[in-house]
């Protein structure tokens, strides 16, 4: 097994700098610093180890220990189920709530990066068997930069126009452009919304699109990430400051209103562009007969 100690470390470090090129993309996903990066690289490091040790095990041959690859797999489900819970755990106490797709998200993201951690570290060391380091160092770079770019996946913005809206109020009722959103008795705090608050239309490119915003968790996320990243005055006892998002039923747009504490138009439309589009709000009714039918 010594004869293959080189492989070894070569996949292991090729699946851990992986790892970290992919912890990078989605700091904004996971709840602790610096105690989840350390879980996410030390999980990330284990996957590495095992894809890495599973050529030499095959040539070696010893095929009992290829077992545990499969083992890791069912680790990596349970990994999953337990960042599931903690999301779960700590968007009790949200302002403004993740919700349920945007976790399951996360959390499926979380598992499907420890595989491909593992396959940047079995490729790796199968290019240092046939080709020695000069093949390890290409393959290595090849796998990090598919995996950048595959797990960087689509956002609002690749497949939604963001512009800004008008924020009014039609009596008591609190509009976006035409869009009506919630009854705002008090008059002071009418005054105040249109005072301290931002409004965005979300316009589709396509009805793909369209069906992605209108689902009620996607309308979630984008509430969220705004939050996150431009702050919110919305307190316990202020629920009329609640980032919202509403659909406008005749064009297919979607208004979001929010009342941010960085009052900032071009801050807010590059947080709602930066949204990820979430796997469960992926839609393409066009794709299917009775979807290009409805198009026509």
Known sequence: MERY???????????????????????????????????????????????SVAIPAILK??????????????????????????????????????GSDYIEGIARTFEARNYLTMACALLTSIAYELGKAPAAVVMALLTIVFVRTFMAGETIGDICEVVPARLWFKDSILMVDNIGFINIGLREMRARITAEGLAVLIKPKNADARNTIHDLGQRQAIAHTVTVLLGTKKDVDLPEFTPLARIDPDSGAVGLYTVPVERDMDALILAVKRTPVLESARSRPLKTEAGRMAAR
């Open 5 to 51: 100690l080189a492989t070894i470390i070569a996949g292991t470090l090729a699946g851990t700098i992986a790892r970290m090129v992919m912890l990078h993309l989605d700091y904004r996903q996971y709840p602790g610093y610096p105690h989840g990066y350390l879980s996410h690289l030390s999980l990330g490091f284990i996957a590495s180890a095992l894809g």
């Open 61 to 98: 041959p010893d095929y009992t220990a290829v077992t545990f690859l499969a083992l890791a797999a069912s680790q990596f489900r349970e990994i999953r189920g337990i960042e599931r819970k903690t999301l779960e755990h700590l968007d009790e106490n949200e302002l403004v709530k993740r």
